[in-house]
C-alpha cells in the first residue's frame, strides 16, 4: 500500500511540473535567435457570450535560425532567457510560404510610398 501511494505521488508530481505548450505563427524574425510568435485564441464573452479572437505576441529563443516568417510552431516554456524571452522553439509545425506581404515590403522601403499608394488607389476606386 505505502509503495503504491508513493508512485501515485511521484506521478502525479510529475504531471504537475509539465511546462505549458502553443502554436502560434511566426511574424518577425528579424532578431538574432529571437522569433515572435503570435499565438490566437477563441474566448467567450462573459456577458454577452460572443465569440471573439485574442491574439497575444510571444518572444521565443530560435538558437538555429530556422524559422521563417509564415512558419507554423509550437514553443514551449523555458526559464527566463532575456528581458522578454521566456519561451523556446520546440519544432517547426509547417513550413510557410516564406512569401512577404507587398505592404510590409513597401513600409521597409519607404512608409511614405506606402500610404500614398493606398491613398492612391483610395482616389482610383472613387
Known sequence: MTQQSATSTQSTARKKGRR????????????DKTIVVVVETLKKHRIYKRTYKQTKRFYAHDELNTC?????????????LSKLKRWRLVEIVKAGSGIVPIEEVLAEVDPDLSSATSSADDEAEA
Open 20 to 31: 505549458q505548450q502553443k502554436v502560434g505563427r511566426v511574424v518577425s524574425n528579424k532578431m
Open 68 to 80: 521563417q516568417i509564415g512558419d507554423i510552431v509550437r514553443i514551449e516554456e523555458s526559464r527566463p
